[in-house]
């Protein structure tokens, strides 16, 4: 399986399957390895594009740029996209992986032909809930004792482990640019905005068709909140109710009393076949 190097960043990638082009795009920082269901119930009538956002999974840890981490995810994968030769594809993913496909088809109406989201990132605590796992645990492990502690990190040990070469990288990465960046991300991650990094004016310039499952309650993280300002921003959105049952959710999902309830890589195999048969359906209706 290859990487494609996209301005500077190695970026691992699959590719299968035959039919419209689907890229599939998980949550928080999380590798491909969860939408793997998924890709396998679509890849008989679909083109599947994995792959692993720069400091996810395989790919290159670069802690840098001028735009957020999303906008950045955004804009890497449409660079993904241009290097398989790809010009219409179905923006999917559930999270992180919501906004940032909601992210590609604002910056690049010209790419996404349509957009099935889950679990919808945003609402009023969202992104202070999330702000310090994201960033700023590495920013204090940064200033606490350099790189080598960011390295010695849970996560980032697992990046050197999954792309040996991420750690001669993190290591020679300067301490106070990098607590700089991660600040600048930080800061943007946590504006009140109606859906993750994306302002009221990205998601109203969205043109494609966009398909959404509900918020489910409680659940601060991905507040009802989020997919309802995108149903109510965005001019051609559609929304059915979560994939989960109240019942369900309860169990499992994420909120305060069993937090962070079931990995929501897990969650998603969990659904991976009402997740695959709506976005059959959905290319079925946009395709005509």
């Known amino acids: 399986m290859p990487y494609a190097n996209i301005n500077g960043t190695n970026l691992f990638y699959e590719d299968y399957g035959n039919g419209p082009a689907v890229m ?17 119930l679509i890849a008989q009538r679909c083109r599947v594009i994995l792959h692993d956002r720069r400091n996810c999974g ?46 590609l088809a604002a910056r ?10 889950w679990e919808v990132s945003g609402g009023p605590r969202s992104g202070a809930v999330m702000a310090p796992g994201y960033y700023g645990q590495y920013i204090e492990a940064a200033e606490r004792g350099g790189m080598a502690a960011v390295a010695a990190t849970e996560f ?16 020679a990465m300067d301490v106070q640019e990098f607590c700089t960046v991660m600040r600048r991300w930080s800061a943007t991650f946590s504006r009140p905005n109606p ?5 009221e004016d990205e998601l109203k310039s969205i043109t494609c068709p966009v398909f959404i499952f509900a ?7 991905h507040h009802v909140s989020a997919a ?28 305060d009393h069993t937090f962070p309830g079931i990995a929501a890589t897990n969650r998603y195999a969990m659904k991976a076949t009402v997740y695959a048969a709506e976005l059959l359906k959905f290319i079925d209706k946009v395709e005509g």
Do not use: C
Not at 24 to 40: E, F, H, K, W, Y
Not at 108 to 117: C, R
Not at 230 to 235: D, E
């Open 24 to 40: 599939l795009t998980p949550g928080g920082r999380v590798d491909r390895n969860g939408l793997r269901p998924i890709g396998a």
């Open 58 to 103: 395989r790919s290159d840890i670069v802690i840098g740029g001028a735009l957020s981490e999303q906008h950045i995810w955004a804009e890497e994968m449409a660079g993904l996209l241009q290097h398989l030769g790809i010009t219409s594809v179905y923006a999917v993913g559930g999270s992180a992986g919501s906004r940032t496909s909601l992210t």
């Open 108 to 117: 690049h109406p010209e790419l996404v032909k349509g957009s099935l989201i």
């Open 156 to 171: 980032f040990a697992q990046r050197i482990v999954d792309n040996p070469s991420n750690r001669e990288r993190l290591l």
């Open 195 to 199: 859906v993750g990094d994306l302002t």
């Open 215 to 221: 918020g489910n309650t409680p659940d601060e993280v």
């Open 228 to 255: 309802e300002n995108a149903l109510r921003l965005i001019p051609h959105a559609d929304m059915r109710p979560s994939a989960w049952t109240h019942a369900e959710w309860d169990v499992i999902g994420q909120h």
